[in-house]
């Protein structure tokens, strides 16, 4: 049993996780007969105590006993799908509470802290040298058939990871580990000042349809912090290739990711207390984390399309976007790094009137930027979610009456139709990223098809585990080979 032979390393986890943890002795056939003699609480009443300090200890060990063991099993034999059928759904029943602690009336830990625990366990295995990291061959990589080129770089895959996952820098390498068919990893939102985001609880899944609801609304360090992570990364790298951090900087070989043929998207925001309507106040926000952060990204994504703070979609209006990419090209040129980053503008899908994409595609066009991002989440609740006869009320009760934005498998015509949208209408003048709802390879060539040259993926993983790109990069690659 893999999660017996980890068992060390379990508690290692555990205890780098919450400090006070204690590893427990493995109970024997003797002292399991006699708890259940003795078992005098009713399971509700565990469940409402899920939360009181002792249990949270209990929770974070079984949390991070259950990720890191996985992982050190996915490391060494265990197949992908044991991730998607087992891991997952066990995770969900784990962290199945609000976010809200038990004492403060709430039912605990729950989507929103497994994100935090299943990046922690990530982060910790990467440092102990047990970064999880897919198994095989990677025979996706032959050939170089999936490669495609994006800004002046040989990428092996089209695929890339999409703003949410890695919020705040802190998992950059651990993710890039996971699989060779990550291409590109696209970390934030960043604000220029640290906030908090909304209350909790603001991440809800809809299981049934392998959907999820966030309203985040930009939590963040901050730029200054997030500076702080990327420099330390940019100096461990320097320190380990014998090079001063101004040579790794100054590079035209490396990449700011620090991963070759892989590249780093840096998304940038604006704090919400920012008036959408004070112009001036709004490209200093941006211009703020271009200086901070634009000297460790080889692309910076300006986020205009998030749901979840208010008025920031106005600023996809034609005049008020020209304005904004315009100051954001003009920042990065002076970005303090000799390979200089893209700007890529990321766009909702709600704004999909022909004039929104005509306007949005002109600013692109007019400023230079050199990409778009198509498409964040969207505020709309289609109804055909609701066909599932195993939906239960409570994912019902999410469905109608939680505000946020939209993600998951219901994005995806929606998006194809925009790529397509935009695909035409920017020509050769900046290359599309295709962005919402891809489960599978035949997803991502639909997309690619319709003229996306990058599709990034966010939801399919949350629900499939770690193994999600290296099996669409696995599928796109049959794909492939069936067309000789
Ligand atoms: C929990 C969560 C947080 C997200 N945070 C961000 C964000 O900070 N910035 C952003 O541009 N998109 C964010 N997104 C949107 C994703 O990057 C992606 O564009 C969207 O979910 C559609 O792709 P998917 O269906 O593959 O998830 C978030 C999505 C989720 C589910």
Known sequence: MPLIRSYPLVSLIARTTYPSFRLPSIPTITTLRHRSRTRTRSVSTRAYNLNRPGNRVRNGMIGGAVVGAIGFSFVTHAPPTLFRYQVVPLLRWIYSGDDIPTEAGGKGPGAEKAHEVGLKALRVLYDLGFGLRERGTHEYLDNGELGVELFGHNLKTPLAISAGL????????????ISPAISLLEIGCITPLPQEG????????????????????????GADTAAVRLRDRVRRYALKHGLTE?????????????????????????????????????????????????????????????????GLISLQKRESLQE?????????????????????????????????????????KFTGVAGVIVANTT?????????????????????HKEIGGLSG????????????RYSKELGHNAVVFASGGITNGKDVQEARKRGAKIVMGYTGMVYDGVGFFGRIAGEMKRMVDDRK
Request: net charge positive.
């Open 246 to 310: 101004r040579e790794v900087l100054d590079s035209t070989e490396i990449p700011a990711s620090l991963w070759p043929n892989r590249l780093l998207a840096v998304q940038i925001g604006k704090n919400k207390a920012t008036a959408e309507t004070d112009m001036e106040a709004v490209k200093r926000d941006y211009i703020t984390c271009v200086e901070k952060l634009g000297r460790y990204a080889d692309i910076l994504v300006v986020n205009v399309s998030s749901p979840n703070t208010p």
């Open 324 to 364: 904004l990419l315009a100051a954001v090209v003009l920042a990065v040129q002076k970005a303090d790094r000799r390979v200089k980053p893209r700007v890529v503008v990321k766009v909702s899908p709600d704004s999909d009137s022909v004039e929104d994409v005509k306007d949005i595609s002109a600013a692109v």
């Open 166 to 177: 890695d919020k705040h820098a802190e998992c950059i390498d651990p993710l890039f580990n």
């Open 198 to 221: 909304n209350a909790k609880p603001r991440m809800f899944r809809l299981p049934t349809s392998n959907s999820i609801i966030n309203r985040y609304g930009f939590n963040s360090v």
């Open 409 to 420: 498998p219901v994005l995806l015509p929606k998006m194809l139709e925009l790529v397509e």
């Open 379 to 399: 505020v709309k609740r289609p109804l055909n979610l609701l066909v599932s006869p195993q939906m239960s009320e409570e994912e019902k009760r999410v469905f």
